[in-house]
C-alpha cells in the first residue's frame, strides 16, 4: 500500500539549534515529493517539490533533499518565526493523487 | 490573483442538514482536491478532478458528492452531516501531471462542525 511516513510526530529545538525533518514513502511511479508548512488555522504554504533522487532545493534557512525511499527537510539555526507543523506529500504516477504524511510539529523556543 | 478561494470560513450543522463547500481558483489549473484534516492527522483525500466533467473517488469519499462543470470551480456537497463529518475542509488546485510543477495550492479552509 502507498504511504507517507514523517518522523518525529513532534520536535522541540533551542533557537539556533539545527535538526533534519524525515519524510519516508512507499509510492508506486512517484511524480514529485512535495514540502508544505502549516500554521494554525491556515490552510497548507507550498515549500519545495522534489523529482528525482539525488536533487535539493534551498530557501533560506530550509534544505530539502530527495532519495529514492525518503526525503529530508534541514533546519539550520532556526528561528521561533519557523515554529509550524511541516506536511510532506507525494504525487502518486498511475492516478495523479496527491497523498500526504501526518506531519511534523515543530516548535523552536526562543 | 486570489488563488484558491473557499466559502465558508466557519459552518455549523446539526445532524441530517445538508450543505455545499464552494470552492473556486483563477489560476487556470485543470486539477482540483478536496480534502479533510481531522486533530493531529494528515490531509486525507476525500474526491479529485483532473478536468471540467472528470472526478474520482480519494481516500474517504463515503458522505460527500462533488460535481466540476467548469475549470475554476469544485464544490463539494454533504448531503446528510454526521458528527464524523465535523473537520476542517481544504480545497486544493494545481497543473496535471504532465508540466513541470506538479505542486498544489491551498485555500484557507472552512471549519465545519457538526452538532
Known amino acids: 500500500e502507498d504511504q507517507v511516513t514523517q518522523s518525529p510526530e513532534a520536535l522541540r529545538l533551542q533557537e539556533g539549534e539545527s535538526s533534519s525533518l524525515n519524510c519516508s514513502y512507499t509510492?508506486?511511479?512517484?511524480?514529485?515529493l512535495f514540502w508544505y508548512r502549516q500554521d494554525p488555522g491556515k490552510g497548507p504554504e507550498f515549500l519545495f517539490t522534489?523529482?528525482?533522487a539525488g536533487e535539493e532545493k534551498e530557501k533560506e534557512r530550509l534544505k530539502a533533499t530527495l532519495t529514492k525511499k525518503e526525503s529530508f527537510l534541514h533546519i539550520t539555526a532556526p528561528k521561533p518565526e519557523d515554529s509550524a507543523t511541516y506536511l510532506c506529500?507525494?504525487?502518486?504516477?498511475?492516478?495523479?493523487?496527491?497523498?500526504f504524511g501526518k506531519g511534523t510539529r515543530l516548535h523552536i523556543l526562543p | 490573483n486570489a488563488g484558491v478561494t473557499q466559502t465558508p470560513k466557519f459552518r455549523i450543522l446539526k445532524i441530517g442538514q445538508s450543505m455545499t463547500l464552494q470552492c473556486t481558483q483563477d489560476m487556470n489549473h485543470n486539477y482540483m482536491y478536496w480534502y479533510r484534516q481531522d486533530p493531529g492527522m494528515g490531509l486525507k483525500l476525500i474526491y479529485y478532478?483532473?478536468?471540467?466533467?472528470?472526478?474520482d473517488k480519494g481516500e474517504v469519499p463515503n458522505g460527500y458528492n462533488v460535481s466540476r462543470s467548469t475549470t475554476e470551480d469544485f464544490p463539494l456537497r454533504l448531503e446528510l452531516a454526521a458528527p464524523s463529518q465535523t473537520s476542517v475542509y481544504f480545497c486544493?488546485?494545481?497543473?496535471?501531471?504532465?508540466?513541470?510543477?506538479?505542486?498544489?495550492?491551498f485555500g484557507q479552509g472552512t471549519r465545519l462542525t457538526v452538532v
Open positions: 506529500a507525494v504525487r502518486r504516477g498511475r492516478d495523479d493523487k496527491i497523498i
Open positions: 486544493a488546485s494545481s497543473l496535471g501531471a504532465g508540466q513541470r510543477n506538479t505542486e498544489a495550492f
Open positions: 522534489l523529482y528525482s
Open positions: 509510492v508506486s511511479g512517484l511524480r514529485g
Open positions: 478532478s483532473v478536468g471540467a466533467g472528470i472526478t
